[in-house]
């Protein structure tokens, strides 16, 4: 046929695609890596890092004056340091590798390359992603060492309610949890060039995250209990916040893990789906809101 296209066109074409497809993941990788050092640079990491391992230090040494609850109080603080670490992340250097990069128009130098907007943002993501798990491995290491200190000083017979699951389990689903904060920075950071501004959205993102079911539930006992009021909007607004912002609240179960006690599996599966899901969504708004700016 006179339309039909050479035999070897389509092998071609194939060709083609599987080096555009591995130029990408070179791109992705060699930005993933650079935000990844970049992100080793800075002091204030190297200073959270420090603090926390303070705090698991005298959490070992103050949790003797609670004998009946010593594996308690060292892993409520040494996972809430880990936690603390993490956060170091997306409040203090996400933030400052993405929207500095556009502030300070450092951004027209990697995108002057054959680089495309989605792989910036995918590598930049993995970068922080990278460095947040390097920040709460380092930490969780330190939890570990911390509660073998604590057996060392006060007896075994006081961690008999430790779980190794369930502390694993915590960490690893506050490492989600961070992760989805990490996908809200650089969706915040793609929709505004103000450091700051991005930095306070992701603070109410936190908070927000952390509070809506608190706020939901007040809400049903003010209704059911004392029968009180409540406008529409605050309702409607309370409803769309649930939605649309990511329950971050449900990661943390520090408190579980310091009891020993273990969420179903089927939770925690629920739990790694909705960050997926909520981390791929965030990430495709700010790939398709970044690829239409216009940085001039």
Same mark, same amino acid.
């Given at each position: 046929?006179?339309?039909? !296209?050479?035999?070897?066109?389509?092998?071609?074409?194939? /060709? %083609?695609?599987?080096?555009?497809?591995?130029?990408?993941?070179?791109?992705?990788?060699?930005?993933?890596?650079?935000?990844?050092?970049?992100?080793?640079?800075?002091?204030?990491?190297?200073?959270?890092? #420090?603090?926390?391992?303070?705090?698991?230090?005298?959490?070992?040494? $103050?949790?003797?004056?609670?004998?009946?609850?010593?594996?308690?109080?060292?892993?409520?603080?040494?996972?809430?340091?880990?936690?603390?670490?993490?956060?170091?992340?997306?409040?203090?250097?996400?933030?400052?590798?993405?929207?500095?990069?556009?502030? /300070?128009? @450092?951004?027209?130098?990697?995108?002057? %390359?054959?680089?495309?907007?989605?792989?910036? #943002?995918?590598? /930049?993501?993995?970068? #922080?992603?990278?460095?947040?798990?390097?920040?709460?491995? =380092?930490?969780?290491?330190?939890?570990?060492?911390?509660?073998?200190?604590?057996?060392?000083?006060? &007896?075994?017979?006081?961690?008999?309610?430790?779980?190794? %699951?369930?502390?694993?389990?915590?960490?690893?689903?506050?490492?989600?949890? #961070?992760? =989805?904060?990490?996908?809200?920075?650089?969706?915040?950071?793609?929709?505004? @060039?103000?450091?700051?501004?991005?930095?306070?959205?992701?603070?109410?993102?936190?908070?927000?995250?952390?509070?809506?079911?608190?706020?939901?539930?007040?809400?049903?006992?003010?209704?059911?209990?004392? &029968?009180?009021?409540?406008?529409?909007? =605050?309702?409607?607004?309370?409803?769309?916040?649930?939605?649309?912002?990511?329950?971050?609240?449900?990661?943390? +179960?520090?408190? %579980?893990? !310091?009891?020993?006690? +273990? $969420?179903?599996? !089927?939770?925690? !599966?629920?739990?790694?789906?909705?960050?997926?899901?909520?981390?791929?969504?965030?990430?495709?708004?700010?790939?398709?809101?970044?690829?239409?700016?216009?940085?001039?």
């Amino acid at each position: 046929m006179a339309g039909a !296209a050479p035999p070897g066109g389509c092998a071609k074409s194939g /060709k %083609q695609y599987f080096e555009i497809e591995a130029d990408s993941l070179n791109n992705i990788s060699a930005i993933t890596l650079l935000s990844y050092k970049e992100g080793l640079k800075h002091r204030v990491l190297y200073g959270v890092v #420090i603090f926390a391992l303070i705090l698991m230090t005298f959490a070992v040494l $103050i949790s003797g004056l609670f004998l009946r609850d010593i594996s308690k109080i060292i892993l409520d603080l040494c996972l809430s340091a880990v936690n603390v670490g993490g956060l170091l992340i997306p409040f203090f250097l996400a933030v400052h590798l993405l929207a500095r990069d556009i502030e /300070k128009r @450092t951004i027209f130098t990697i995108l002057a %390359q054959p680089v495309s907007r989605s792989s910036y #943002i995918v590598g /930049k993501y993995l970068g #922080i992603v990278l460095l947040t798990g390097t920040v709460m491995a =380092v930490l969780s290491g330190a939890t570990f060492l911390s509660v073998l200190a604590g057996r060392v000083v006060y &007896g075994t017979r006081f961690f008999s309610e430790f779980s190794m %699951q369930a502390v694993l389990l915590s960490i690893f689903l506050s490492f989600v949890g #961070i992760m =989805v904060l990490n996908a809200m920075v650089v969706f915040w950071c793609s929709v505004t @060039t103000s450091a700051f501004i991005a930095t306070l959205l992701t603070l109410f993102t936190y908070l927000i995250g952390h509070t809506i079911d608190d706020v939901v539930r007040f809400l049903a006992a003010e209704i059911n209990l004392t &029968g009180a009021h409540v406008s529409d909007t =605050v309702r409607y607004t309370v409803e769309l916040a649930k939605y649309i912002f990511p329950n971050l609240s449900a990661f943390d +179960i520090k408190l %579980q893990a !310091a009891h020993g006690l +273990i $969420i179903p599996a !089927a939770d925690a !599966a629920f739990l790694f789906g909705y960050g997926a899901a909520y981390i791929c969504a965030a990430l495709s708004l700010a790939m398709l809101i970044f690829g239409r700016r216009d940085f001039a």
